[in-house]
């Protein structure tokens, strides 16, 4: 129990896709680098921090969250220190975070993690993360770049509307049209602006936000699922990268 304590680990499941998933598809577009490896554990360790820290915002307690928050940071420091000093623009990157970082901030001191903003925020720090792994690999960023942050920005705005709706917001009508629409015009935009290739990553999403929509789902099933799609989305990215 005190080893738990020590360490405190996020609740949030889905959110471990969403720091993997951009990270690595920025890697690979951009060039994998030995100063990834750095890079990924700072990344995954500032990540274990920012838990804590938002939870001692909540509870408004330091116990056990900030000594957890520095352990972490202590793991991150001299693995950002190497990444910063190959790459000191990297930076730029952390700051551009910030104010998504305040934005969690804001929900968790109200107690509303669950709001939709707070993921769009969050959403948006992890694919700021996949342009730095790009931007470590190539040295710049390019419209490729770009594409791929705004591809995986879309699958996992999709994955939050879907979630809602089939565990807080399940009984709720507005939601499901807010799902279903969103993933009706993804679709439509991106046959409009010639990514047909594209839909194949996202057409599990579309057909499960509507095909299960309604089914009592139990909790690990619906994770399953979801790591399962967003694997499945991974791949389908590497291969239109490739």
């Not at 890079?39 to 909540?58: E, G």
């Not at 991150?76 to 952390?94: D, E, H, I, M, T």
């Not at 399953?224 to 991974?234: R, S």
């Amino acid at each position: 129990m005190a080893n738990k304590s020590k360490w405190v680990m996020p609740k949030q499941h889905g959110a471990w896709a969403m720091l993997i998933i951009p990270f690595w598809l920025g890697a690979y577009a951009g060039g994998v680098s030995w100063i990834h490896v750095p890079l990924f554990i700072a990344w995954l360790a500032l990540y274990l921090a920012t838990y804590p820290l938002l939870m001692a915002v909540k509870t408004k307690r330091k116990e056990p969250y900030v000594p957890a928050a520095i352990r972490y940071g202590a793991i991150a420091a001299p693995a950002l220190a190497v990444s910063l000093w190959q790459r000191p623009s990297l930076v730029f990157f952390g700051l551009a975070m910030i104010p998504f970082f305040l934005v969690n901030t804001y929900y968790s001191r109200k107690k509303n993690e669950r709001a939709f903003w707070n993921d769009v925020a969050a959403i948006g720090a992890f694919c700021i993360g996949g342009l730095g792994a790009f931007y470590v690999g190539c040295g710049e960023l390019t419209l490729e770049a770009f594409e791929l942050a705004v591809f995986s920005f879309l699958f996992f705005i999709g994955s939050t509307f879907y979630v809602k709706t089939m565990i807080r917001e399940k009984k709720n009508e507005r939601y499901k049209w807010l799902s279903w629409g969103y993933h009706a015009l993804l679709v439509a935009g991106l046959i409009a602006t010639g990514e047909t290739f594209a839909v194949l990553a996202y057409a599990p999403s579309v057909v499960r936000a509507v095909y299960l929509y309604g089914k009592a789902l139990p909790i690990m099933k619906l994770g399953i699922l979801e790591i399962a799609n967003a694997a499945y989305f991974f791949i389908a990215m590497i291969v239109l990268y490739s």
